[in-house]
C-alpha cells in the first residue's frame, strides 16, 4: 500500500467542493469569528535550512465561525495570509444558517467595515477596541465599549473583570 505525499494530498484537496454539514437549529446563536494561520510546507524549507532564507514563506488563514454553544463550525473560509481578518466577515456571516444574535472576535474585526456588516445582520457585536482606541463622541457600540473601559478604571482593571 503506497501512502499519498503531502504534494499529492494537496492538489487533490485543490479539487474537492466539499461542504461541512450543519446542524439545524431554530434559536438565534452567538458567533464567534476567529482565524489562525498555517505554514505551507515544500521543497523551499530544505532550501532555508542550507542556504538561509531567500523567498517569503507562504501562509494560508482559516478563517471560522463558531456557534458559541455548541461549539459547532458554522462557516468557513480559507484566504491567503495577506487577507485581513475584518474583510471576510460579510463572507462568514453570509454562510451561517439561522438568525444570528451576538458576534465575538478578538481586535482583528475592530474595523468600521466589519462592524457595519454585523449591524446589517442585526446582531450586536462583541469585539473589544484597541488599547489606543479614541471616544469619537458618537452613539456607536465601539465608543460605549470605550467609556465602560474607561469607567472600569482603563484598560487593565476593565478587561480583569
Same mark, same amino acid.
Given at each position: 500500500?503506497?501512502?499519498?505525499? =503531502?504534494?499529492?494530498?494537496?492538489?487533490?484537496?485543490?479539487?474537492?467542493?466539499?461542504?461541512?454539514?450543519?446542524?439545524?437549529?431554530?434559536?438565534?446563536?452567538?458567533?464567534?469569528?476567529?482565524?489562525? $494561520?498555517? %505554514?505551507?510546507?515544500?521543497?523551499?524549507?530544505?532550501?532555508? %535550512?542550507?542556504? $538561509?532564507? &531567500?523567498?517569503?514563506?507562504?501562509?494560508?488563514?482559516?478563517?471560522?465561525?463558531?456557534? +458559541?454553544?455548541?461549539?459547532?463550525?458554522?462557516?468557513?473560509?480559507?484566504? *491567503?495570509?495577506?487577507?485581513?481578518?475584518? &474583510?471576510?466577515?460579510? !463572507?462568514?456571516?453570509?454562510?451561517?444558517?439561522?438568525?444570528?444574535?451576538?458576534?465575538?472576535?478578538?481586535?482583528? =474585526?475592530?474595523?468600521?467595515?466589519?462592524?457595519?456588516?454585523?449591524?446589517?445582520? %442585526?446582531?450586536?457585536?462583541?469585539?473589544?477596541p484597541p488599547r489606543n482606541?479614541? =471616544?469619537?463622541?458618537? &452613539?456607536?457600540?465601539?465608543? *460605549?465599549?470605550?467609556?465602560?473601559?474607561?469607567?472600569? $478604571?482603563?484598560?487593565?482593571? +476593565? !478587561?480583569?473583570?
Amino acid at each position: 500500500m503506497s501512502i499519498p505525499t =503531502y504534494s499529492l494530498i494537496g492538489k487533490r484537496v485543490e479539487k474537492l467542493k466539499l461542504s461541512l454539514d450543519i446542524l439545524k437549529s431554530n434559536r438565534a446563536i452567538t458567533v464567534i469569528l476567529d482565524a489562525s $494561520g498555517t %505554514k505551507i510546507c515544500g521543497e523551499e524549507e530544505w532550501k532555508v %535550512k542550507i542556504h $538561509g532564507r &531567500s523567498t517569503p514563506r507562504k501562509w494560508v488563514k482559516l478563517h471560522l465561525a463558531v456557534d +458559541a454553544e455548541t461549539c459547532e463550525i458554522v462557516a468557513e473560509c480559507i484566504t *491567503q495570509s495577506t487577507v485581513a481578518d475584518s &474583510s471576510v466577515t460579510k !463572507k462568514l456571516l453570509d454562510k451561517v444558517p439561522g438568525k444570528i444574535e451576538v458576534v465575538m472576535g478578538d481586535g482583528a =474585526y475592530d474595523r468600521s467595515g466589519c462592524r457595519e456588516v454585523i449591524k446589517k445582520t %442585526k446582531a450586536k457585536a462583541l469585539i473589544p477596541p484597541p488599547r489606543n482606541a479614541r =471616544y469619537r463622541g458618537t &452613539s456607536s457600540e465601539r465608543d *460605549q465599549a470605550i467609556a465602560a473601559i474607561r469607567w472600569l $478604571g482603563g484598560d487593565k482593571e +476593565a !478587561k480583569s473583570i
